[in-house]
């Protein structure tokens, strides 16, 4: 009979722990970004380098998190022809969108990634690292409907697994 107690609790604890991871990573961390916020503003690199170059944004909903730089998620209408995008901004090539929490419900990470493949979309680099070894990735429909996120760029992922910067990247942070 104690044996089965036993059990019980710990199983309990094992669902109340389970719970709290997933609350955590599914809620507890992110907060919404208001549209006067400096990290609403969108940017785009030009072609022919230089700094990037802010766009107008519309309708602007975003979240992020403290915790970490990739859980940036934003959805928002742009005003201008994704044909003028294209021949003004620097096209990102084989970017596949972060899945975003499902109480997030305008950014659909399949829907984006779906849309890249076909060339129903086309994805942007917004600016590269936004913060070290991270960049904005900016997707734009041909109605206008767009999308950003983070993700790790190729100076990151040497950088974050303790390794030195290859050459052509900016100094690691200490």
Same mark, same amino acid.
Not at 71 to 88: G, K, N, V, Y
Not at 137 to 143: N, Q, S, T
């Given at each position: 009979?104690?044996?089965?107690?036993?059990?019980?609790?710990?199983?309990?604890?094992?669902?109340?722990?389970? =719970?709290?991871?997933?609350?955590?990573?599914?809620?507890?961390?992110?907060?919404?970004? /208001?549209?006067?916020?400096?990290?609403?503003?969108?940017?785009?690199?030009?072609? +022919? +380098?230089?700094?990037?170059?802010?766009? /107008?944004?519309?309708? @602007?909903?975003?979240?992020? $998190?403290?915790? !970490?730089?990739?859980?940036?998620?934003?959805? @928002?209408?742009?005003?201008? !022809?994704?044909?003028?995008?294209?021949?003004? %901004?620097?096209?990102?090539?084989?970017?596949?969108?972060?899945?975003?929490?499902?109480?997030? &419900?305008?950014?659909? $990470? $399949?829907? #984006? +990634?779906? =849309?890249?493949?076909?060339?129903? =979309?086309?994805?942007? #680099?917004?600016?590269?690292?936004?913060?070290?070894?991270? &960049?904005? #990735?900016?997707?734009?429909?041909?109605? +206008?409907?767009?999308?950003?996120?983070?993700?790790?760029? !190729?100076?990151?992922?040497?950088? %974050?697994?303790?390794? /030195?910067?290859?050459?052509?990247?900016?100094? $690691?942070?200490?």
């Amino acid at each position: 009979m104690k044996g089965k107690i036993i059990a019980m609790v710990i199983v309990g604890v094992a669902l109340l722990v389970g =719970a709290g991871v997933y609350y955590a990573q599914v809620y507890a961390y992110y907060q919404p970004v /208001p549209a006067d916020d400096p990290r609403a503003e969108m940017r785009l690199a030009p072609l +022919g +380098g230089g700094t990037p170059e802010r766009i /107008p944004v519309e309708d @602007f909903r975003g979240i992020d $998190a403290d915790s !970490s730089p990739l859980r940036f998620r934003a959805c @928002f209408m742009l005003p201008i !022809s994704l044909a003028t995008l294209t021949e003004t %901004f620097v096209i990102a090539e084989g970017v596949e969108p972060l899945i975003a929490p499902g109480w997030f &419900d305008c950014f659909d $990470a $399949a829907e #984006i +990634g779906k =849309a890249l493949e076909g060339g129903e =979309a086309v994805a942007f #680099i917004g600016e590269k690292n936004i913060e070290y070894g991270i &960049d904005r #990735i900016v997707a734009v429909f041909r109605d +206008g409907r767009a999308f950003a996120w983070n993700r790790i760029n !190729s100076c990151g992922e040497v950088v %974050f697994e303790g390794k /030195p910067a290859p050459a052509g990247c900016p100094p $690691a942070p200490n």
